[in-house]
């Protein structure tokens, strides 16, 4: 059974941080880009940062480029992203997914946004910022 498993979420004031952890079962985690989307009430999903699983190539959305920090454990199958300088705008549920076609090209993991089926997800994780 593939699994995604969230945890780390939680609520902290604007200027903290916080660490979520994707611990991953179930299928290839080498095999696999992984990282994380976000979607806010009312918002779009976005892709917010995920990993390479060849190169340890990475991306992140612009807005929080020098903020947050992406890495993966091979030996634990997990999969980190570090949030340090919260503000507000960074409020949503932040979801795991795993792309095995990302391993080959990273850009199309952003791209499970429109084609969900396509990857594994997880069950989300709430982040609250408060000002």
């Known amino acids: 059974e593939v699994r995604l498993v969230e945890s780390g979420g939680g609520l902290v004031q604007a200027g903290g941080s916080l660490r979520l952890s994707c611990s991953a079962s179930g299928f290839g985690f080498d095999e696999y880009a992984i990282g994380w989307f976000r979607q806010a009430p009312g918002k779009e999903r976005e892709g917010v940062s995920c990993i390479s699983s060849l190169d340890d190539d990475t991306y992140y959305l612009d807005s929080v480029k020098g903020r947050f920090t992406i890495s993966r454990d091979s030996a634990q199958n997990t999969v980190y992203l570090q949030m340090n300088n919260l503000n507000p705008e960074d409020t949503a549920v932040y979801y795991c997914?795993?792309?095995?076609?990302?391993?080959?090209?990273?850009?199309?993991?952003?791209?499970?946004?429109?084609?969900?089926?396509?990857?594994?997800w997880g069950q989300g994780t709430q982040v609250t910022v408060s000002s």
């Open positions: 997914a795993a792309d095995s076609r990302a391993s080959i090209l990273l850009s199309l993991w952003l791209t499970l946004k429109d084609n969900p089926s396509l990857g594994y």
